[in-house]
């Protein structure tokens, strides 16, 4: 079946570097979305791509859709103790049923 | 407007016990989904509903698992009997369209002694 691997599982920054995080599905994938956790809380949305090579910013967010569709990455900007948590990525493979397939998320701890 | 309910938030019961959990999905959003989280293997999909009807459920781990949804606003996943390894965060989720961002409730953390 269908697998996402994620890395890295966990990501130690001081307050004020970058982070990415990277994804990659064994099979193409029709859309990808990304969600976060804070310690305790639920997966939230924060965006989806579709398109080949899409590019989408959210503020200090970058995520990107590689060209074949099989991989994509998040990189935050300058990390604020508020991007604390587990950023998770999620796809839909293409011709495949409609449920996500989650990878194992990265866990971002900031160090102020 | 009031997202996805999920109840209990905890739960804490014996091996051999039953367990229900329930989910109210999002009002009009005619997918919901069941997922566990655990360290170990992350989050998986359970099982599916398409307008109440379970549409994949490879995810459930035994038969020991079963879900239903009886109306559009109301889901149930049952374990029975229940196990130690059964412990996990267990999340339900609903969306309008599997393209479209799901909505996740706060969980059930469930503990089988």
């Known amino acids: 079946g269908q697998q996402v691997m994620q890395i890295p599982q966990y990501q130690h920054v001081q307050e004020g570097e970058d982070f990415t995080t990277y994804c990659n599905s064994s099979t193409t994938l029709s859309n990808i979305q990304w969600y976060k956790q804070r310690p305790g809380g639920h997966p939230v949305f924060l965006i989806q791509l579709v398109k080949s090579g899409e590019v989408k910013k959210q503020k200090r967010l970058t995520f990107q859709f590689g060209e074949a569709k099989k991989n994509s990455s998040l990189h935050i900007t300058a990390t604020q103790t508020t991007d604390v948590g587990t950023y998770f990525c999620a796809g839909r493979s293409l011709g495949g049923a409609d449920g996500l397939t989650f990878g194992k998320g990265t866990h971002l701890i900031i160090q102020p | 407007d009031a997202g996805v309910i999920q109840s209990p938030r905890h739960e804490v019961t014996e091996m051999g016990q039953e367990v229900t959990l329930r989910c109210k999905p999002i009002?009009?959003?005619?997918?919901l989904f069941w997922y566990r989280q655990t360290m170990m293997r992350g989050l998986e999909l359970l099982i599916y509903f398409n307008n109440n009807v379970p549409i994949d459920d490879s995810g459930m781990p035994e038969d020991r698992f079963s879900a239903k949804m009886p109306n559009a606003s109301f889901s149930t996943l049952k374990i029975q009997p229940s196990e130690p390894r059964d412990s996990a965060v267990y999340f339900c989720a609903s969306s309008t369209d599997p393209k479209q961002p799901q909505h996740f409730g706060d969980g059930t953390r469930l503990s089988i002694l």
């Open positions: 009002s009009g959003h005619d997918y």
